[in-house]
Structure formats: structure tokens, C-alpha cells
């Protein structure tokens, strides 16, 4: 831990509480939540010279939604690669402010999928055609699930893993809402079924979208958002909050090609480099914040970010061990994940939200003492071309 | 007849494999610099960028590398396949194609990964390009 760069540290968060809010819009989302995140950490809106952007909720990137906020930035930063982004942004954040670029940096999100009533995983194809790859893939109707029950399914054919070990991410994922009142809340507002801890047995049993992936193993789609202060050692400091560290942040993309392994994603790549970076090992992880848009993804990043090997994940959670209070697996998604709190089509903020929560002592589901989270963003498509980031948070 | 989605031109990458497809030709290309198998189709090799590509003729045979049978699409245009199976199939000369598979009586129960599949050319109400699509040899 000697050596490990402490440049860079989250000090200030905020989560929008509600699922399905019909009162506002998705920018006014992103410019509240910098409000309250800024407030959360002592600090105010014209300290920020840091602006990252995913070019969503009609922000305009980094230059539209600095003129929306009403601030001049020096570094305006428009990362989107999907669900990722957050991660690869908070990456650059930690290398622009160890290079002495900005001292404030914010992060925001915001979407209205629910109550706009975005298909996000059974809509394909959205595209109109006219362009290289969709007038190869449009004409399959090749939905954003199917792209990630193909992975599940090689991934079932090389190592033997089954539903029924993938259904544990779901459970653990369920119990941890079950403890989180934003998430309980928001399973009412969007009108799920059986609000309470799930068995094995149902999610087999829940319909099958796309095969071998049930109901119960997709995520929801929400409204929602939120945005995260990064800030240099010297204003973290000073800050209201417990500084969390950023020690080490990786990023990579993967694609499909004409040889390759589809049971393994962008993660084997990004985390080594983060981990180096933050001269710690898997092991040592007491949170792993993991994108579950579904079970699989879960699963294939549990194996590459190195909590098991290649092949043996089945076994590895097959204990219940991913929930908070038990051993025999890292915990996983302590906020209730994307299955079962918020999944508004991004869900890479919510990743560090939590870790941030987790490190501070604040979590609804509280690893006693945790210290070293790991926030692992996917983005696009499992199984075809995705982005990964992989961010170590420390606390103070 | 099916009433899938069909590419849209111009688009000068794609073009040549579909005008293929109306003369039930499976088409790739292959590097002349480094002889790299190339697809989906573009116009630079992408192991070495070179321009120097040229187009070939599969035999149409290949093997599912994997598959997932799709219920739920809110697409119109997929409404009347009922439950359709997806996939990735290597084809013998070297390339892994999206495709989909048919001629299964079950999908969920009659296809397998590994299992050999021959090309097929499928005609479409939706539009002149028939869809390559793979049935179990
Ligand atoms: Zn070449």
C-alpha cells in the first residue's frame, strides 16, 4: 500500500431516490444531483473546473450541459461507452487531476426509460439500417438480450456452468434490495411482482426472454440518476466527507472477431491494469460492485476481474457466498444491483454510488469495516462489442 | 414469407455481400497483402489495413458456435417468426457470422452448439435482398 497514488478522491455523492418520476426532466436529473452531490461534500457549484459527460439525458456532452449548469470547466470531458462510462470517466478524472488539469471534477446522470418506456432489451433493433454493422445484424433481430444469453450459452457449453448457479446472482442481488428502501420503493413504483427475497427455484421458473436467460436473470428499467464530486488530495482534505480514494482505474473495449472467445469480456483486460495500479489483489476486495444488466455479466466479470478462474464461477457463487454476510464469495451489489434497485440504462454510477457508500460506512447492507471496493462498468454488448472499466476505491 | 428488416444503401461495406445474397452467394473477403480472413465486410484488412481485399464465395457450411432462442422482441418486424433462434455460426473458411438459425421443429430443443448448418438464402416480403440464414445439416 506504500506506493499506492492517493491523487484523486470521491467527495461528495448523490443518488436520485425515485424510479419512475414523472416531474422532471433527465437534465434536470443530472443538474440537481450535481447540486446535492456538491452540497454533500462542503463544496459549491462555482468550484467546479472538471466537467465529464456521457452525452445523455439531453445534456449535450460536456460543452451542452456546462452552459445548461451555467459554469466554465477547463476540462470538458465527453466519455460515452455506454453503461462504462462512469468508470472510464472517473478514470480520466484521476489522471487529469494528478496531472494538475482541474481540482473539481463532476459526474453526472440522468434517464427517463421507464416513464419514456424505453424497450432497452427487447426493443432491437433500434437502428434504421444504413450503416455497416446494422445491415449485418438487423436483419437477425438479434435483441441486446440475446447478445448476452449467447455468451451465457457458450459459456454453459465450455465449462458446464447452469441457471441454477447463475440464479444465485439474482438472489443475492434481491436480498440486498430487500434491505435498501429506494429499491423496495422502486420494485412498487414499477410494479413488480412477489416485492420479497427470491428463491432459486423462481427464477428458474420466471419466463425464459432469451435462452437460457429467465426474467428474473434481466434487469429492470428506471428513471433515475445521480452524480459523483471527484476532487484533488488538497480540496478532499478540506472536504465535508470522508475522502474515498480512487487508487487504480482501467479501461479496455472488446469485439467480436473471427476466432474469439466470447465467455471472456473486456474486464480480463481492464482490471489487471487497475489492480496494478492500485497494488491490490482480488483477495483483498471486500465490495465488488459489478454491472448486472444480467446474471451472465455477473458472472463473466467475477471470473475476469480475478475473484475465481476462467470457467469456475458456477461453483464459486453457487453457495449463496454473494451476500453480504456470508463468506465463500466476494460481496457483490449491496444496493440491490440492476436486478432489483435501478437500471436506467447506464448503471456504471451507480456502481461507484455504492462503493462510495460501502467505504464510508453507509451502506443498507454494511460490510462491516470495508475498505477496498471494486467498481466494474460494462458497456454495449456482452457477446459483441462492449466497453469495461474497472475503478479500486479505498477508503480513507 | 418473412418480413425481416433489410439493409439500407448506400453503404459501400456492405454492399457487395448482399448483392451477393441475391445470387445465393455467401460472400468474404480475404487480405491480398496478408491473406486475413475479413468480416463483417469493410474496405481495409483488419489485421494489417490494407486496402488490398478481394471477394470470395463460401460453401455455406459451418458449425454453431452459439445460439440463444429470442421470445420476446418488440420489433414488428420479427412478430411473425414466433420463437426464433439467433447465432453466431463459424463458417469453414474462417468467419463467424451473425445469422439465424432454421428449420428446427423446436428451437429451444433441436439445436445444439456445435452442430453443422449449411447456408440458405430466405426470400423476404420486406424487400429485394433474401436473408442468408443457416439450417441443421
Ligand atoms: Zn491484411
Known amino acids: 500500500m506504500a506506493n499506492q497514488a492517493r491523487n484523486a478522491a470521491i467527495v461528495g455523492i448523490y443518488e436520485w431516490p425515485k424510479r419512475l418520476d414523472m416531474d422532471v426532466s433527465a437534465i434536470q436529473i443530472k443538474a440537481r444531483s450535481i447540486a446535492l452531490a456538491l452540497e454533500d461534500a462542503g463544496l459549491s457549484w462555482q468550484d467546479v473546473d472538471g466537467v465529464y459527460d456521457a452525452n445523455d439525458g439531453e445534456g449535450g456532452g460536456g460543452l451542452g450541459l456546462s452552459a445548461y449548469l451555467g459554469i466554465h470547466p477547463t476540462v470538458i470531458d465527453t466519455t460515452q461507452v455506454g453503461g462504462s462510462s462512469y468508470e472510464f470517466q472517473a478514470a480520466h478524472a484521476m489522471r487529469d487531476i494528478a496531472a494538475g488539469k482541474c481540482r473539481v471534477a463532476v459526474l453526472s446522470y440522468g434517464s427517463k426509460s421507464a416513464s419514456q418506456r424505453v424497450p432497452i432489451g427487447t426493443g432491437g433493433p433500434r437502428g434504421a439500417g444504413g450503416t455497416w454493422q446494422e445491415n449485418m445484424e438487423n436483419p437477425y433481430g438479434t435483441t441486446l438480450i440475446a447478445n448476452y444469453a449467447m455468451a451465457a450459452r457458450r459459456h454453459m457449453h465450455e465449462y458446464g456452468t447452469t441457471s441454477e448457479q447463475l440464479a444465485e446472482i439474482s438472489v443475492a442481488t434481491r436480498h440486498h434490495a430487500m434491505r435498501n428502501p429506494q429499491a423496495v420503493q422502486a420494485m412498487k413504483d414499477l410494479q413488480f411482482q412477489n416485492i420479497r427475497d427470491i428463491t432459486v427455484q423462481e427464477v428458474m421458473e420466471s419466463r425464459m426472454v432469451a435462452d437460457p436467460l429467465h426474467l428474473l436473470e434481466c434487469c429492470m428499467v428506471s428513471d433515475g440518476g445521480g452524480a459523483i464530486v471527484i476532487a484533488s488530495a488538497d480540496v478532499a482534505r478540506g472536504a465535508k466527507q470522508k475522502p474515498v480514494w480512487l487508487i487504480g482505474g482501467g479501461e479496455a473495449i472488446k469485439y467480436r472477431t473471427n476466432d474469439g472467445d466470447i465467455t471472456t469480456s473486456a474486464a480480463a483486460q481492464s482490471a489487471p491494469i487497475a489492480f496494478g495500479e492500485a497494488q491490490v489483489k482480488p483477495a483483498e476486495i471486500d465490495i465488488a460492485m459489478i454491472y448486472d444488466s444480467f446474471t451472465i455479466t455477473v458472472a463473466v466479470m467475477l471470473e475476469d476481474l480475478g475473484f475465481c478462474k476462467k470457467g469456475e464461477v458456477g461453483g464459486y457463487i453457487s453457495g449463496g457466498g454473494l451476500r453480504y454476510d456470508r463468506k465463500g464469495a466476494v460481496t457483490l451489489n449491496t444496493d440491490g444491483g440492476g436486478l432489483s434497485s435501478n437500471h436506467p440504462g447506464m448503471r456504471g454510477m451507480f456502481l461507484l454510488l455504492e462503493s462510495v457508500r460501502q467505504l464510508r460506512g453507509q451502506s443498507t447492507s454494511q460490510v462491516p469495516g470495508a475498505k477496498l471496493a471494486v467498481a466494474h462498468g460494462n458497456g454495449g454488448l456482452l457477446g459483441g462489442t462492449h466497453a469495461g472499466g474497472t475503478i479500486i476505491l479505498a477508503a480513507d | ?137
Open chain 2, 1 to 137: 414469407m418473412p418480413n425481416r428488416l433489410m439493409p439500407a444503401f448506400p453503404e459501400p461495406d456492405t454492399q457487395p455481400f448482399w448483392e451477393g445474397a441475391k445470387r445465393s452467394e455467401l460472400r468474404y473477403q480475404r487480405c491480398d497483402t496478408c491473406q486475413s480472413i475479413v468480416f463483417t465486410p469493410r474496405a481495409h484488412c483488419t489485421a494489417c489495413g490494407s486496402a488490398k481485399l478481394s471477394w470470395h464465395t463460401s460453401k455455406g457450411l459451418g458449425t454453431i458456435y452459439t445460439y440463444s432462442v429470442v421470445r420476446q422482441n418488440r420489433n414488428p418486424a420479427f412478430a411473425d417468426l414466433g420463437a426464433y433462434a439467433v447465432a453466431y455460426v463459424d463458417v469453414d473458411e474462417g468467419f463467424r457470422m451473425l445469422t439465424n438459425i432454421v428449420g428446427a421443429a423446436d428451437p429451444t430443443k433441436d439445436i445444439k452448439v456445435g452442430q453443422r448448418v449449411q447456408v440458405e438464402f430466405e426470400a423476404q416480403t420486406s424487400g429485394a435482398f433474401p436473408v442468408p440464414v443457416f439450417r441443421p445439416v
